[in-house]
């Protein structure tokens, strides 16, 4: 009697245990890619987007796990213990793995996260709403240079993509603005629609994702966006500005160089599929291919912008 | 909206889907640590593969039966399956101290599949003017909000105010430690770098709940719930009964979850929270909040699964996620090549629609997989033996933290809270208040940051906190949700003095 009841709650335990490790398992033959930050996000849609095409391309499941805490450091900060053989795979994204580390000690370096290809970004857009009074980016710089401080711009996070595009662009077109973080590009999207702010810096994303509801009056591209033929770039106006937030993905460092060769081969691959670039194209985002060779030199360049910006608004020392 | 979109939800495969959806959620949703965006996400990779409205539908079930599913863990264990079942805890443990768990779990499933339908039927009929109320919401109310929230500090530890404020002050002050959201300042870390991620409201949760509960079940000889009526029979009469006679509280406990669902940055924790607050506000004399009394449940189950519905509309009316798994769920229709947003509704109407009735006809079948799972819930927790309850419950706990943020760390910070938790029971502090301020600090000092920074830039500081009309309604709430219970009893000491 007593072990028939502690035979059938031992099954029931199993039952559940395997319902729990569901959530943060990895089998045998599959990819585990981990998302340094939580569901939902676009380091999350992006990398479903890439799960579909990887299993249909190289006959193994991508299993995305996420590991977020502390703006994706407790990810970045485990990745190098983990093991190399190319069966685990991070996310990676820009500028935040510069400048967390150049805030503080975070548990792990720029130089440390061995990046082997960047596959995507999502480009810097001003975004007002469909009835604003501006309707070009000038009409912003007028009424910003006439009320300095007074033209609020929401945007997602501080010392971030979005943050770091204000602040540049301010220095450029000789304004002052006046930036609020907010908890990610949805919240920040909310808030420009509900009128709190005057415009928001966010990204194309947020354009193709509002549609008719909003109006960018520049994206930072070196071209147009295939979605939005009419919205000119910053360069097109006169202001140098290309660059958004990046997203890449890397490999623990104990990762031999061919295992690295593989994987910027097949996200390359990926990436070069017409349907994959419809999907990414539609959803707003701008495809990039910096594999592995050209890693080194776009992240010095990246670096040393991010820095020089960060450091002139003193967002780090 | 047409008839036709009924009919495509009630295809076999949509119906098998919601079925399945259901279960599963509620499975996933009644372990601590697995929440409802847990569940969804998980599941999201089946869903590929699906026609988009089948997807949503999948992931709406999944996700509406992991919010009442968060209910057994909180009645059963004192521990909430999910953060919305929290204020579930506060009457739904004692009412199964009392023998009664079957009762408290058949009401959860009553007012939860009630609340579902008041959201599902508002998504239905109320979208579009409903989204408006999302965008409204600005900063300073959400900072209004968490306040008004805040307030049930008073209600909760009536009798020994400081002590509930002193929680609610440790809890705030741990939800700052680590990486600021809004401002990445990296505070409170001492220099370590497991602090960097800051405390996880769930695994702590987890350790202040249900390891106290677990030391106390080691320590007692006794059985951990008392048995009073027939285990193989479920009171269903009776719990349909008792919920469906709190008519007022079910319907403003609805509205409730509707509304606070519509915000994004509140979520389901939020609105059961609000929920209880009203239902013990406007309590009858005769009703003990707090000692098993079935409208405390009723008030947060019903609230919580409205807030699915609710959280749909900005969701699909606005492309902004409401909650945490709406999110998710809008990352899966991106995936498919479904283009969200305002456009979603014009251009994807059918699917919208056909997503909308397989949400009810999954929240309607909740009624009868809630109440079967909901009897075998009960029946295992009082028959398993203690000598196996305890370690399985124990090894839940550690995988369903490690789980949140594949980290062990939360783990270790989950024990330490949790051996934390008990030493205070014994001196009469309740973990709610903690639980309470590590929830709503960060809402509260974002709102306030975003709100001060705004207003300051407009020269018009007081306006901005003081003068906008919804900011003064939630105010006046507040104090009157503050002063009254206290206005009341001095009424009746003096009436008792002379």
């Given at each position: 009697?007593?072990?028939?009841?502690?035979?059938k709650?031992?099954?029931?335990?199993?039952?559940?245990?395997?319902?729990?490790?569901?959530?943060?398992?990895?089998?045998a033959?599959?990819?585990?890619?981990?998302?340094?930050?939580g569901?939902?996000?676009?380091?999350?849609?992006?990398?479903?987007?890439?799960?579909?095409?990887y299993?249909e391309?190289?006959?193994?499941?991508?299993?995305?796990?996420?590991?977020?805490?502390?703006?994706?450091?407790?990810?970045?900060?485990?990745?190098?213990?983990?093991?190399?053989?190319g069966?685990?795979?991070m996310?990676v994204?820009?500028?935040?793995?510069v400048?967390?580390?150049?805030?503080k000690?975070?548990g792990?370096?720029?130089d440390?996260?061995?990046?082997?290809?960047m596959?995507?970004y999502?480009?810097?857009?001003?975004?007002?709403?469909?009835?604003s009074?501006?309707?070009t980016?000038?009409?912003?710089?007028?009424?910003?240079?006439?009320k300095p401080?007074?033209?609020?711009?929401?945007?997602?996070?501080?010392?971030?993509?979005n943050?770091?595009?204000?602040?540049?662009f301010?220095?450029?077109?000789?304004?002052?603005?006046?930036?609020?973080?907010?908890?990610?590009?949805?919240?920040?999207?909310a808030a420009?629609?509900?009128?709190?702010v005057?415009?928001?810096?966010?990204?194309?994303?947020?354009?193709?994702?509002?549609?008719?509801?909003?109006?960018?009056?520049a994206?930072?591209?070196?071209a147009?966006?295939?979605?939005?033929p009419?919205?000119?770039?910053f360069?097109?106006?006169?202001?140098?500005?290309?660059?958004?937030?990046?997203?890449?993905?890397?490999?623990?460092?104990?990762?031999?160089?061919?295992?690295?060769?593989?994987?910027s081969?097949?996200?390359?691959?990926?990436?070069?599929?017409p349907?994959?670039?419809?999907?990414?194209?539609?959803?707003?985002?701008?495809?990039?291919?910096?594999?592995?060779s050209?890693?080194?030199?776009?992240?010095k360049?990246r670096?040393?912008e991010?820095?020089?910006?960060?450091?002139a608004a003193?967002l780090?020392? | 909206?047409?008839?036709?979109?009924?009919?495509a939800?009630?295809?076999?495969?949509?119906?098998?889907?919601?079925?399945?959806?259901v279960?599963?959620?509620?499975?996933?949703g009644?372990?601590?640590?697995?929440?409802?965006?847990?569940?969804?996400a998980?599941?999201v990779?089946?869903?590929?593969?699906?026609?988009p409205?089948t997807?949503?539908?999948?992931?709406?079930?999944?996700?509406?039966g992991?919010?009442?599913g968060?209910?057994?863990a909180?009645?059963l264990?004192?521990?909430?399956?999910?953060p919305s079942?929290?204020?579930?805890?506060?009457?739904?443990?004692?009412?199964?101290k009392?023998?009664k768990?079957?009762?408290?779990?058949?009401?959860?499933c009553?007012?939860?599949?009630f609340?579902g339908?008041?959201?599902?039927?508002?998504?239905?009929?109320?979208?579009?003017?409903?989204?408006?109320?999302?965008l409204?919401?600005?900063?300073?109310?959400y900072?209004?909000?968490?306040?008004?929230g805040?307030?049930?500090?008073?209600?909760?530890?009536?009798?020994n105010?400081?002590?509930?404020?002193?929680?609610?002050?440790l809890?705030m002050?741990?939800?700052?430690?680590?990486?600021?959201?809004?401002?990445?300042?990296?505070?409170?870390?001492?220099?370590?770098?497991?602090?960097?991620?800051?405390?996880?409201?769930?695994?702590a949760?987890i350790g202040?709940y249900?390891?106290?509960?677990?030391?106390?079940m080691?320590?007692t000889?006794?059985?951990?719930?008392?048995i009073t009526?027939?285990?193989?029979?479920?009171p269903?009469?009776s719990?349909?009964?008792?919920?469906?006679?709190?008519?007022?509280?079910l319907?403003?406990s609805?509205?409730?979850?509707?509304?606070?669902?519509?915000?994004?940055g509140?979520?389901?924790s939020?609105?059961?929270?609000v929920?209880?607050?009203?239902?013990?506000?406007?309590?009858k004399?005769?009703?003990?909040?707090?000692?098993?009394?079935?409208?405390?449940?009723?008030?947060?189950?019903?609230?919580?699964?409205?807030?699915v519905g609710?959280?749909?509309?900005?969701?699909?009316v606005?492309?902004?996620?409401?909650?945490?798994?709406?999110?998710?769920?809008?990352?899966?229709?991106?995936?498919?090549?479904?283009?969200?947003?305002?456009?979603?509704?014009?251009?994807?109407?059918?699917?919208?629609?056909?997503?909308?009735?397989?949400?009810?006809?999954a929240?309607v079948?909740?009624?009868?997989?809630g109440?079967?799972i909901?009897?075998?819930?009960y029946?295992?927790?009082?028959?398993?033996?203690?000598?196996?309850?305890v370690?399985t419950?124990?090894?839940m706990t550690?995988?369903?933290?490690?789980?949140?943020?594949?980290?062990?760390?939360d783990?270790?910070v989950m024990?330490?809270?949790?051996?934390?938790?008990w030493?205070?029971?014994?001196y009469?502090?309740?973990?709610?208040?903690?639980?309470?301020?590590?929830?709503?600090g960060?809402?509260a000092?974002?709102?306030?940051?975003q709100?001060?920074t705004?207003?300051?830039?407009v020269?018009?500081?007081?306006g901005?906190?003081?003068?906008?009309?919804l900011?003064?309604?939630?105010i006046a709430?507040?104090?009157?949700?503050?002063i009254?219970?206290?206005?009341?009893s001095?009424?009746?000491?003096?009436?008792?003095?002379?």
């Amino acid at each position: 009697m007593l072990i028939k009841k502690i035979a059938k709650h031992t099954a029931m335990l199993t039952m559940a245990a395997a319902v729990s490790m569901s959530a943060s398992s990895t089998y045998a033959d599959s990819v585990n890619y981990i998302i340094p930050f939580g569901p939902g996000g676009e380091s999350d849609i992006s990398a479903r987007i890439q799960q579909s095409f990887y299993k249909e391309k190289f006959g193994d499941d991508l299993v995305i796990s996420y590991k977020p805490g502390g703006g994706g450091a407790a990810g970045w900060a485990s990745l190098n213990g983990l093991n190399g053989d190319g069966q685990t795979i991070m996310g990676v994204n820009l500028p935040h793995i510069v400048i967390k580390p150049a805030q503080k000690d975070v548990g792990f370096t720029t130089d440390g996260i061995h990046t082997f290809y960047m596959f995507h970004y999502t480009p810097d857009a001003i975004v007002v709403v469909a009835d604003s009074p501006y309707q070009t980016l000038q009409d912003l710089i007028d009424d910003a240079k006439s009320k300095p401080g007074g033209v609020v711009m929401s945007g997602s996070g501080k010392a971030s993509a979005n943050n770091l595009a204000q602040i540049k662009f301010d220095k450029m077109a000789d304004i002052n603005t006046t930036y609020v973080s907010f908890k990610g590009t949805g919240a920040s999207t909310a808030a420009l629609l509900g009128e709190q702010v005057t415009a928001q810096w966010g990204y194309t994303s947020v354009g193709a994702k509002q549609g008719k509801a909003v109006r960018m009056l520049a994206v930072a591209m070196e071209a147009r966006h295939p979605l939005f033929p009419d919205v000119p770039t910053f360069k097109e106006l006169g202001y140098d500005m290309v660059g958004g937030a990046y997203r890449g993905i890397a490999l623990p460092s104990s990762a031999s160089a061919e295992t690295v060769t593989t994987w910027s081969n097949r996200i390359g691959e990926i990436n070069a599929d017409p349907a994959f670039r419809k999907k990414m194209i539609n959803g707003g985002f701008a495809l990039l291919d910096i594999d592995a060779s050209q890693m080194a030199e776009f992240m010095k360049e990246r670096t040393t912008e991010y820095l020089m910006d960060a450091r002139a608004a003193g967002l780090i020392k | 909206m047409d008839f036709g979109n009924f009919l495509a939800a009630l295809t076999p495969l949509n119906l098998a889907v919601a079925m399945f959806g259901v279960v599963a959620g509620t499975l996933i949703g009644s372990i601590p640590g697995l929440t409802a965006t847990m569940a969804v996400a998980v599941l999201v990779p089946i869903s590929f593969s699906m026609a988009p409205e089948t997807a949503l539908i999948l992931l709406g079930a999944i996700y509406t039966g992991a919010i009442y599913g968060g209910a057994y863990a909180a009645i059963l264990l004192n521990t909430p399956g999910t953060p919305s079942a929290i204020a579930t805890t506060f009457d739904g443990y004692p009412l199964a101290k009392r023998g009664k768990g079957d009762l408290a779990v058949a009401i959860a499933c009553f007012s939860s599949v009630f609340g579902g339908l008041v959201g599902a039927f508002a998504l239905l009929f109320l979208a579009p003017p409903l989204a408006s109320v999302a965008l409204a919401f600005g900063p300073v109310e959400y900072f209004w909000l968490s306040i008004f929230g805040l307030s049930l500090i008073a209600s909760l530890s009536e009798g020994n105010l400081m002590m509930g404020l002193a929680g609610g002050a440790l809890g705030m002050i741990m939800s700052t430690v680590g990486v600021a959201e809004i401002s990445a300042d990296i505070r409170l870390t001492f220099g370590s770098h497991t602090m960097i991620s800051g405390f996880e409201v769930v695994g702590a949760m987890i350790g202040l709940y249900c390891i106290p509960v677990l030391i106390d079940m080691c320590s007692t000889g006794e059985k951990h719930l008392k048995i009073t009526g027939d285990v193989a029979k479920m009171p269903i009469l009776s719990a349909a009964r008792i919920t469906f006679n709190s008519k007022f509280n079910l319907i403003r406990s609805s509205i409730i979850g509707t509304l606070v669902g519509i915000l994004p940055g509140a979520g389901g924790s939020v609105a059961g929270l609000v929920a209880y607050t009203e239902a013990k506000r406007t309590a009858k004399p005769h009703q003990r909040f707090g000692e098993g009394e079935p409208d405390g449940i009723i008030a947060t189950e019903s609230a919580n699964n409205a807030t699915v519905g609710g959280g749909f509309i900005p969701t699909l009316v606005l492309g902004i996620p409401g909650t945490p798994p709406d999110a998710v769920i809008l990352g899966a229709l991106m995936v498919q090549g479904v283009r969200t947003g305002p456009e979603l509704f014009q251009s994807n109407g059918s699917i919208v629609y056909t997503f909308i009735y397989g949400l009810l006809i999954a929240t309607v079948l909740m009624l009868p997989i809630g109440l079967i799972i909901g009897r075998y819930a009960y029946k295992s927790i009082v028959t398993i033996p203690k000598a196996v309850l305890v370690p399985t419950v124990g090894f839940m706990t550690i995988i369903g933290t490690y789980a949140i943020r594949n980290s062990i760390s939360d783990v270790v910070v989950m024990l330490c809270l949790g051996v934390f938790g008990w030493l205070i029971s014994k001196y009469g502090f309740s973990a709610s208040p903690i639980v309470l301020g590590l929830i709503l600090g960060p809402i509260a000092e974002q709102g306030f940051v975003q709100a001060w920074t705004i207003g300051a830039a407009v020269n018009n500081l007081p306006g901005m906190f003081f003068g906008r009309p919804l900011s003064q309604a939630i105010i006046a709430f507040t104090l009157i949700s503050l002063i009254l219970p206290w206005y009341l009893s001095r009424k009746k000491q003096i009436k008792v003095d002379t």
